[in-house]
């Protein structure tokens, strides 16, 4: 490829003002040379189909897909990579020859902010996963390859974390368990919080001892202030808890890389979220 050919990107959401993913890219893009046009485009919600074929045919070379977008984009892949498989949603997507090919980076991007970034060791720890929607599938397959000791799932809806136990135990040797909010109890190393009550300032109370002092929470929300679970981790005695601008970050990069074949340096771009 050529770096001085101008490529576009877009990223399909409704809502889509507050995102942060052109500023993002076009940094990346600058680290490493590459000529880039990154749109926001804010797609109708009875209209996606329609608005990805009409950027398709603009020739963009890939986009972003965020909410409510994943798991409709999954459907309309021509092939799908196998973190996009397992998730059975989609945020990336790169085009060639006029064929749509879907990825998930959502997963690998948190495992590489906790693991690599934050040095946060999962395997064999005692993981704690609370939601079951979108955001949970997938994070799951990338959060079960690094072999925790354990995952117990929770989620205000049981039976939803329920079905995804049941989904994801036959990729695992690790114990996978669904428990109701209530019943929760034992102390767990890493609480990973894939609901959206952050987003509602409403984080429903863990039973007593499920957090103690060397708990770690981690909200795949990112927020400039402390989001309300990151609170309630350090007002229940937790060791540390961190929000999802590192996950947001390091998704951005595998994106990038799947585009374009090179993984961007991330220099420039804490200060586009004001860190
Ligand atoms: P996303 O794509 O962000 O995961 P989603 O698929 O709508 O969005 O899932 C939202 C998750 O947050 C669900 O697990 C939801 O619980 P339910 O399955 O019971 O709906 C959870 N959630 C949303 N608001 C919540 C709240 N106030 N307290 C606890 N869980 C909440």
């Known amino acids: 490829m050529n770096s001085t050919t101008l490529q576009r990107c877009v990223i399909f959401g409704n809502p889509i003002a507050q995102s942060k993913s052109p500023e993002m890219q076009m940094q990346f893009a600058h680290n490493v040379g590459v000529n880039l046009e990154y749109l926001k485009v804010l797609t109708p919600l009875d209209d996606f189909a329609g608005t990805l074929k009409h950027w398709v045919n603009q020739g963009i070379v890939g986009a972003n897909i965020t909410v409510p977008f994943k798991e409709e984009i999954y459907q309309l892949c021509d092939d799908l990579t196998p973190e996009a498989r397992t998730a059975k949603a989609v945020n990336t997507i790169r085009i060639q020859e006029g064929k749509i090919y879907g990825h998930n ?131 229940n005695g937790g060791k540390k808890a961190y929000d999802g601008l590192g996950m947001l970050i390091e998704q951005g990069v595998y994106a990038f890389e799947f585009w374009f074949g090179k993984k961007p340096s991330i220099e420039g771009v804490m200060a586009i979220f004001g860190r």
């Open 105 to 235: 980076t959502d997963g690998i991007g948190l495992i590489r902010d906790i693991t690599e970034l934050k040095g946060i060791q999962i395997a064999g720890k005692r993981v704690l996963v609370l939601g079951a929607g979108g955001a949970v599938r997938g994070i799951m397959q990338p959060l079960l390859d690094q072999k925790p000791h354990s995952v117990m799932m929770s989620n205000r809806t049981l039976i939803k974390a329920e079905q995804l136990v049941q989904e994801f135990a036959n990729s695992t040797q690790c114990d996978i368990s669904a428990v109701a909010w209530h019943d929760l109890q034992d102390e767990f190393d890493l609480i990973i919080n894939g609901t959206s009550a952050s987003l509602q300032q409403d984080f429903p109370a863990l039973p007593q001892g499920t957090i103690g002092s060397d708990t770690i929470g981690y909200d795949l929300v990112y927020s400039n202030q402390p989001t309300i679970f990151m609170e309630y981790i350090y007002d």
